[in-house]
């Protein structure tokens, strides 16, 4: 029997504020221009990225897209109707989270593929030395059978590293979080199917990252309670997801458990890439093929996002 595949992707959109938002101080623009038209052009942007994404290898729409930076239901419901997109017949699933800027993890994905068993937030609430709370966007932990085989999902965005070590703190905590299901999961069944993808705001060889979640550059390295983490071999001074600071970074991600790396599994990673056509690259000299943004500060460009996607091709 020929073998088939199929893709799962992750995105971060840049802020992906609906048309319809309350959340106005959060745009770094005109929000009447972002409701009369801006809105409308991005939408179509980010719903013609992803309809491309694996597409060369499957001639296929993703299976299952998971998502960052989204603002609401809307958006979801209008990047699924969308002319690329409306054909794959989507459903989505998203929590409203506690963050501040009401920016949350999402996942599109093709009910046809992927059926969905349970889906819930992972919350973290985390307090100062006053006992003050504060909040961040949640995990979004969804488990379902994709092509029959049981998958489970952890879609992330952790805290930026903007705040240094506040944010670093919190990162180390999400990270546990998600450790403890894991572990969980693992322990009952050593084999059990488990990707976590996201925005890790930080690079594949962080420490935190590394040791948390025992992650390995190679997948015959990669044991029961540990991950393989394809984006370490991907680390470049020329090319990465994101650039910060003028220089190339790879925050986002794809970890996999060991039961996703059989060679004779219905279910095995076949290859991870970052998804960089010249479409979503501003190509003027002085950006050297940086993701072309929607915003750089309050200055619209008009752009896609300010990430490029990554993408697994999963063979069964």
Same mark, same amino acid.
């Given at each position: *029997?020929n073998?088939?595949?199929?893709?799962?992707?992750?995105?971060n959109?840049?802020?992906?504020? =609906?048309?319809?938002?309350?959340?106005? #101080?959060?745009?770094? =623009?005109?929000?009447?221009k972002?409701?009369?038209?801006?809105?409308?052009?991005?939408?179509?942007?980010?719903?013609?990225?992803?309809?491309?994404?694996? #597409?060369?290898?499957?001639?296929l729409?993703p299976?299952?897209?998971?998502?960052?930076?989204?603002?609401?239901?809307?958006?979801?419901e209008? @990047? !699924?109707?969308?002319?690329?997109?409306?054909?794959? *017949?989507?459903?989505?699933?998203?929590?409203?989270?506690?963050?501040?800027?009401?920016?949350?993890?999402?996942?599109l994905?093709?009910?046809? @593929?992927?059926?969905?068993?349970?889906?819930k937030?992972? !919350?973290?609430?985390?307090?100062?030395? #006053?006992?003050?709370?504060?909040?961040?966007?949640?995990?979004?932990?969804?488990?379902?059978?994709?092509?029959?085989? %049981?998958?489970?999902?952890?879609?992330?965005?952790?805290?930026?590293? @903007?705040?240094?070590?506040? &944010?670093?703190?919190? !990162?180390r905590?999400?990270?546990e979080?998600?450790?403890?299901?894991?572990?969980?999961?693992?322990?009952?069944?050593?084999?059990?199917?488990?990707?976590? *993808?996201?925005?890790? &705001?930080?690079?594949?060889?962080?420490?935190?990252l590394?040791?948390?979640?025992?992650?390995?550059?190679?997948?015959?390295?990669?044991?029961? %309670? =540990?991950?393989? &983490?394809p984006?370490?071999?991907?680390? =470049?001074?020329?090319?990465?997801?994101?650039?910060?600071k003028?220089?190339?970074?790879?925050?986002?991600?794809?970890?996999?458990?060991?039961?996703? @790396?059989?060679?004779?599994?219905?279910?095995?990673?076949?290859?991870?890439n970052?998804?960089?056509?010249?479409?979503l690259? &501003?190509?003027?000299?002085?950006?050297?093929?940086?993701?072309?943004?929607?915003?750089?500060?309050?200055?619209?460009?008009?752009?896609?996002?300010?990430?490029f996607?990554?993408?697994t091709?999963?063979?069964?």
């Amino acid at each position: *029997m020929n073998n088939q595949f199929l893709t799962v992707a992750f995105y971060n959109t840049e802020n992906f504020y =609906s048309d319809i938002t309350s959340d106005v #101080h959060y745009l770094p =623009s005109n929000f009447k221009k972002w409701q009369d038209d801006r809105y409308a052009q991005k939408v179509k942007h980010i719903a013609y990225a992803i309809s491309k994404i694996g #597409h060369l290898e499957t001639k296929l729409l993703p299976a299952i897209v998971g998502l960052s930076e989204i603002e609401n239901k809307k958006v979801l419901e209008d @990047l !699924r109707a969308d002319e690329s997109l409306v054909e794959g *017949m989507y459903d989505s699933i998203i929590f409203p989270s506690l963050d501040e800027r009401n920016s949350n993890v999402a996942l599109l994905y093709q009910p046809a @593929l992927f059926e969905i068993e349970e889906s819930k937030p992972l !919350r973290i609430v985390f307090k100062n030395s #006053h006992g003050e709370k504060s909040y961040t966007r949640d995990v979004l932990y969804v488990k379902g059978k994709l092509v029959a085989q %049981q998958i489970h999902l952890f879609i992330v965005h952790l805290p930026s590293k @903007l705040d240094g070590e506040i &944010n670093q703190h919190k !990162r180390r905590l999400i990270l546990e979080n998600i450790r403890k299901q894991c572990s969980k999961l693992l322990t009952e069944d050593p084999l059990a199917k488990i990707l976590i *993808m996201g925005d890790f &705001n930080d690079t594949p060889t962080n420490e935190i990252l590394r040791v948390t979640m025992d992650t390995r550059a190679n997948k015959n390295e990669t044991e029961q %309670q =540990s991950f393989f &983490n394809p984006m370490v071999k991907m680390m =470049s001074y020329s090319y990465g997801t994101l650039v910060h600071k003028k220089q190339w970074m790879l925050f986002d991600q794809m970890l996999f458990s060991k039961g996703l @790396l059989e060679e004779n599994s219905p279910l095995s990673h076949f290859t991870t890439n970052i998804y960089m056509p010249s479409f979503l690259k &501003n190509n003027a000299v002085k950006m050297g093929g940086a993701p072309y943004r929607t915003f750089v500060g309050s200055k619209y460009l008009g752009g896609y996002s300010d990430h490029f996607p990554i993408y697994t091709i999963i063979k069964y």
